[in-house]
């Protein structure tokens, strides 16, 4: 909803604030023995206590029965059409360690394999060789030179790394060079459009300069490039909404996300209580703050429900400290559910709950799936969450005469 | 979804009566003290009643969180997606007094105000000189003859006026005089893209002839014009819908709002009440009705919960009078909500039910938010409206094979 025009001019700043909390992963299933899903089970007075005063609903992140990644999970609370801005692999891999990207740039997952002296694949990972190994081998890549191009090699862990070319008329439009199989040599990268054969011929200059740079390990001694990416070209959040946001985010893939909707990252600690330190000390400066708590996520890939439901447990006592700031509008959201009976991210709708002054309760008993579907929002894509947002915190005026 | 193509061939004219009563402002809030919104507090037997019968839902005018104008929410009613067609400020100033405007006619919200001498801005509202003052300085300007083009002025109250040109070739795209503070001279017009010059042009002329005619006065010697507005080309709904359709409102901006959407407007009294007598009157000759309810709306502009509550009771005893004509469809609907304890249009989903033989109730208890949302219609774009009703009145048939 970031890109519809028709409503640009209905966007006012105000001194308002809004507080986005995402909890990535919030949504889960029933157990099978209790048949009580992770938010059912754990003991959240003060997510419940929010809820009864909140107007409540469901989001989906990008249409019923899709199941999102990170990257469409995050830009669809933020107003971005999921189907319309793609975040690449590469991009997304270079975000999560927090590599710069800018417009232009191109990124992809790069991994060292291993190949016997006719070049042919013999391994795919290069026997899956640690971080200590891999990173003085990326700082000899990160050497190799391409006529016009800064080039940048990032590593990433274990056998894994990033490639960042910068420079003019770059194109993402490029095949892989991972056969998927071994006993054959990597493949020539192949331009999928006219304007990237310029990016295809500097990238085979790479893999070869690569090849000498490395032949003389044993392991890791040849690289496969995948998932070339650029950045796509958002609207900039604070520019098309007027505001002022802010990211608070514990991990660096989140930070990265929300760099790419052009909030200002606030450096943080590593939990999520140093998360809402650091709100409570930016609180004066910006009208809209992104913050993240990652571990219901993690728990939940895990599939371990337990230990989902601990992590709704910690996150609960930490509401307080939110709202005692006042917040004109507190939306607790997630980017996507991650049932723990499923040990990974899913398409159900996810709960979602904004309390504002204009919102005073709606009979929703307590924050959960079930519940939160009987809300006064009712089940709605996650790209309207900003635009419930803005109105309630009065920035967002009336459309048309 | 009028202009959905796919769907053309499905609607099919038959004998059957739809009656859509809009509700201005239907929608509310809980009172702070009661917990209970209008609809929720008002005694309304006969509109509850009728909900333990009907289908019910909530409409959401345009998306999620934005609180649309009358113009909006009405076309959204109609069928007409709002974000598409966009009616401008001065098009629906024009509508507000009755004023006709053709394809192709641009019209501006003009007010009168004072300069100095020198021509700079001593009150842009003329000391809001009453109307009796100001309909013979429109008079005056009426006179003004530009080449090619017709022009009119037509009062409106108070200081304002509207301006409509007639001719060919005419674009909206321009900018307004008001520099919206004193001290300095009214702006020229601009042309916003090449093909508004000529029009610039002649609205220069007519703000120089303006300021002569003027000259003498001692409140009101120059104008300001804002609001450049063509109607948007709308896909006529009897000719789409195949319906014969009518619109019986009081107040002219709604009567105006009918014409743009291609319904008859048939003349009626200053009272709902005069209203429904219409509809008896024309009942035979029609077989869509709009008819529209105002004072809801202007007592929750007001602030007024009490008053809001009270008109929703003033209409509740009209409803057996339409009910006794037996439409096949009779459907009651807002174009928004308008919450006395926000004073203002909102956002929030509106109550919707829709009567007829199809709908034998689903347990809906009352005809307010919270229960309309349990109905079988779910939470629905307003732009979804008349295909329920079509259908439900057998002018919908199946789509596809």
């Known amino acids: 909803m970031i890109d519809l025009e028709q409503l640009h001019d209905c966007y006012v700043t105000t001194t308002s604030k809004i507080v986005l909390l995402v909890v990535d992963g919030l949504g889960g299933l029933a157990h099978p023995d209790t048949?009580?899903?992770?938010?059912?089970?754990?003991?959240?007075?003060?997510?419940?206590?929010?809820?009864?005063?909140?107007?409540?609903?469901?989001?989906?992140?990008?249409?019923?029965?899709?199941a999102p990644g990170s990257g469409p999970g995050h830009l669809a609370l933020f107003g971005y059409d999921p189907l319309k801005y793609v975040i690449g692999r590469g991009a997304l891999e270079a975000?999560?360690?927090?590599?710069?990207?800018?417009?232009?740039?191109?990124?992809?997952?790069?991994?060292?394999?291993?190949?016997?002296?006719?070049?042919?694949?013999?391994?795919r990972r290069a026997g899956r060789i640690p971080t200590e190994l891999s990173a003085p081998l990326c700082a000899r890549l990160d050497q190799i030179e391409l006529p016009g191009v800064q080039v940048d090699v990032f590593p990433v862990q274990d056998y894994r790394f990033v490639l960042r070319l910068r420079g003019a008329g770059l194109s993402e439009a490029l095949t892989e060079t991972d056969p998927q199989i071994?006993?054959?040599?990597?493949?020539?990268?192949?331009?999928?459009?006219?304007?990237?054969?310029?990016?295809?011929?500097?990238?085979?200059?790479?893999?070869?300069?690569?090849?000498?740079?490395?032949?003389?390990?044993?392991?890791?001694?040849?690289?496969?490039?995948?998932?070339?990416?650029?950045?796509?070209?958002?609207?900039?959040?604070?520019?098309?909404?007027?505001?002022?946001p802010a990211g608070i985010a514990a991990y660096p893939m989140y930070r990265g996300?929300?760099?790419?909707?052009?909030?200002?990252?606030?450096?943080?600690?590593?939990?999520?209580?140093?998360?809402?330190?650091?709100?409570?000390?930016?609180?004066?400066?910006?009208?809209?703050?992104?913050?993240?708590?990652?571990?219901?996520?993690?728990?939940?890939?895990?599939?371990?429900?337990?230990?989902?439901?601990?992590?709704?447990?910690?996150?609960?006592?930490?509401?307080?400290?939110?709202?005692?700031?006042?917040?004109?509008?507190?939306?607790?959201?997630?980017?996507?559910?991650?049932?723990?009976?499923?040990?990974?991210?899913?398409w159900h709708p996810v709960p979602f709950m904004l309390h504002s002054k204009l919102t005073r309760g709606e009979g929703v008993p307590a924050f959960n799936e079930k519940d939160c579907g009987r809300g006064s929002i009712g089940s709605i894509p996650a790209t309207n969450v900003m635009l419930l947002a803005l109105s309630h915190s009065g920035k967002l005026t009336k459309y048309g005469p």
Chains 1, 2 share one sequence.
């Not at 899903?37 to 992140?61: H, I, Q, V, W």
């Not at 394999?113 to 694949?121: E, F, H, R, S, W």
């Not at 959040?237 to 002022?244: A, E, F, K, P, S």
């Open 257 to 346: 996300l929300a760099t790419v909707a052009n909030m200002k990252i606030i450096p943080t600690g590593r939990t999520f209580s140093d998360e809402v330190d650091t709100l409570h000390q930016e609180y004066a400066n910006h009208d809209f703050f992104f913050i993240h708590y990652k571990p219901a996520d993690a728990a939940g890939e895990d599939g371990d429900f337990d230990a989902k439901v601990r992590t709704l447990e910690d996150l609960d006592p930490l509401i307080p400290r939110i709202r005692e700031l006042e917040p004109d509008v507190f939306m607790v959201a997630g980017d996507h559910a991650t049932p723990a009976i499923m040990a990974a991210h899913s």
């Open 182 to 244: 071994t006993g054959v040599p990597a493949q020539s990268v192949r331009p999928l459009e006219p304007d990237a054969e310029k990016t295809a011929g500097l990238v085979n200059d790479f893999v070869s300069q690569a090849g000498k740079l490395l032949a003389e390990e044993e392991r890791g001694n040849m690289v496969l490039l995948r998932g070339w990416a650029q950045l796509p070209s958002l609207p900039p959040m604070g520019q098309v909404y007027r505001l002022n």
């Open 35 to 66: 048949g009580r899903s992770e938010l059912e089970t754990a003991n959240l007075p003060n997510l419940d206590a929010m809820a009864r005063e909140s107007a409540c609903g469901l989001t989906t992140p990008v249409l019923p029965g899709v």
């Open 95 to 123: 975000l999560g360690i927090e590599v710069e990207l800018q417009p232009g740039d191109v990124a992809a997952r790069g991994n060292f394999c291993t190949v016997d002296p006719a070049g042919n694949l013999v391994d």
